[in-house]
């Protein structure tokens, strides 16, 4: 599949400028205070850049170079890398990777362990893997959690949304896996309550 970086991203500002708030994955990952991430499949920088203005280092890994265009454009002071997450080998690790915008299902079937394990080979000890995707396609929670077991990664906590909505089922999960030793544990996100600011849509469409 070949993506267009801009008209992608251009979705996102359309939102941003009709007054939805688009940065509900950011708002997620800055609560565990990362000092530095790895956005794994950043197409175009969105939450990347975001937490980077919030003064995290970030580093974006996506195949496609069009996105990755964008994204240098976006937020010039991140590095933004083309490659495959499962596959890249980098000279650092990161107190936390993220993947949003279903990167899971947008690897070819059968390698979503590579995957996982891309993620795994570039956190510090201690480190959290965090990731957002749709159940309803060909990849299960099940599946995703064997994975992350086999990378050595343990499920912390698991969300409905990226707002912070309990998990009891459904069609979408965000779930944050961690790697070693237990750092105490952060609370769950707060859903946002009615009268706040509009909720982040659940997930990013690509």
């Not at 964008?70 to 990777?97: E, K, M, N």
Request: charged share 20%.
């Amino acid at each position: 599949m070949q993506w267009d970086g801009d008209a992608y991203q251009q979705r996102f500002d359309d939102l941003a400028a009709s007054g939805v708030a688009i940065h509900g994955e950011a708002d997620f990952v800055e609560r565990y205070r990362p000092r530095s991430v790895l956005d794994a499949g950043c197409g175009t920088g969105r939450v990347g850049g975001e937490l980077a203005r919030r003064g995290i280092d970030v580093t974006g890994v996506d195949a496609d170079p069009s996105m990755i265009a964008t994204a240098r454009r976006s937020a010039p002071s991140c590095t933004w890398l083309i490659g495959d997450v499962a596959t890249i080998v980098l000279d650092r690790t990161f107190d936390l990777v993220v993947m949003a915008g279903n990167v899971p299902l947008f690897t070819p079937p059968g390698t979503q362990a590579a995957l996982v394990a891309g993620c795994r080979r570039h956190l510090v000890t201690e480190g959290r893997l965090v990731a957002g995707f749709s159940l309803d396609r060909h990849y299960s929670l099940e599946s995703y959690d064997e994975h992350c077991q086999a990378a050595g990664l343990e499920l912390e906590g698991r969300w409905a949304t990226w707002s912070g909505q309990p998990y009891a089922g459904g069609a979408y999960a965000v779930s944050c896996h961690l790697l070693g030793a237990a750092r105490p544990r952060v609370p769950a996100p707060s859903p946002t309550r009615s009268g706040g600011r509009p909720r982040p849509p659940r997930t990013a469409p690509r």
